[in-house]
């Protein structure tokens, strides 16, 4: 089954690097117009280089209302539609007991974890998405469904996103479908303090013998993104290897 997107436009949160960049390439390969964004306008601009098709870039905080709103405009400017929408981006700046973690960094996580994804899907929503519907992806974590030490805070933040996704599933259609991904542990930057050190023995645990790639990721993004899953809303899909059905029942 080839799953295609022509005509289609799309948003990617946190799209410089690492699974936002394989989401982006699989739907520019697909035929989606993709347009990729985070932080550092540098790193975008080197991405969106090496995509295929017509993407295009806007250098927005994911936290940040009126950088979604200016992200939204410049999308419709460009290619006249928001069909797609991935909150992909992420942040995770504290690794310890979660009783131990600063307020400062609890708020970041919140900030850009769970309330980013509320911020872009309201942008789509009123730029776009509630005349004439579309497709939100979430990307949340094998960690919002089990506890893992280490990156508790991080995992409440995206038990919250699975949970979003659900209400606004519910709420949004049946203009709107809202999916969400559970990525087990994948090899890019983001996670590297956790596959370097501890990889090969997570992966010897996994059923699939493997830690993930982007590309893992990227494929059911095209999916959910695509008319194959045109009855399909308010779903977390799990793509872990298996470490979810491991004896573990998570990471570690």
């Known amino acids: 089954m ?8 799309a948003i990617v949160t946190g799209g410089s690097r690492g699974i936002g960049e394989a989401i982006a390439t699989y739907f520019a390969e697909a035929g989606a117009k993709v347009m990729i964004t985070s932080r550092k306008p540098d790193a975008l601009a080197e ?10 870039w806007f250098a927005a905080n994911a936290g ?3 950088g979604a709103d200016a992200c939204m405009s410049e999308t419709l400017d460009r290619h006249g539609a928001i069909d797609i929408l991935v909150n992909n981006a992420a ?14 960094a609890a708020d970041k996580t919140v900030q850009v974890n769970q309330r980013g994804v509320l911020v872009w899907a309201a942008a789509a929503w009123k730029a776009y998405m509630h005349e004439n519907g579309g497709n939100v992806i979430n990307l949340a974590s094998i960690g919002g469904l089990s506890v893992e030490p280490g990156i508790g805070y991080y995992n409440v933040t995206k ?7 659900r209400q606004l599933a519910a709420e949004l259609g049946p203009r709107v479908r809202v999916n969400a991904i559970a990525p087990g542990l994948v090899k890019t930057y983001f996670a590297k303090a956790l596959w370097e050190p501890f990889g090969d023995a997570i992966a010897s645990k996994l059923p699939l013998k493997r830690l993930g790639e982007p590309d893992d990721i990227a494929k059911v993004a095209l999916f959910l993104a695509s008319e194959a899953s045109a009855w399909i809303t ?11 059905v491991s004896e573990s029942g998570g990471l570690f």
């Open 47 to 56: 991405a969106a280089k090496k995509m295929p098709g017509d993407v295009s």
């Open 2 to 9: 080839e799953l295609r997107l022509d005509g289609k436009v």
């Open 64 to 66: 940040d209302p009126e």
């Open 159 to 165: 038990a919250a996103v699975i949970h979003m996704t």
């Open 91 to 104: 942040a995770n700046p504290y690794f310890g007991p979660m009783i131990g973690i600063d307020l400062g």
């Open 234 to 244: 308010g779903q977390t899909v799990v793509v872990d290897g298996g470490a979810m």
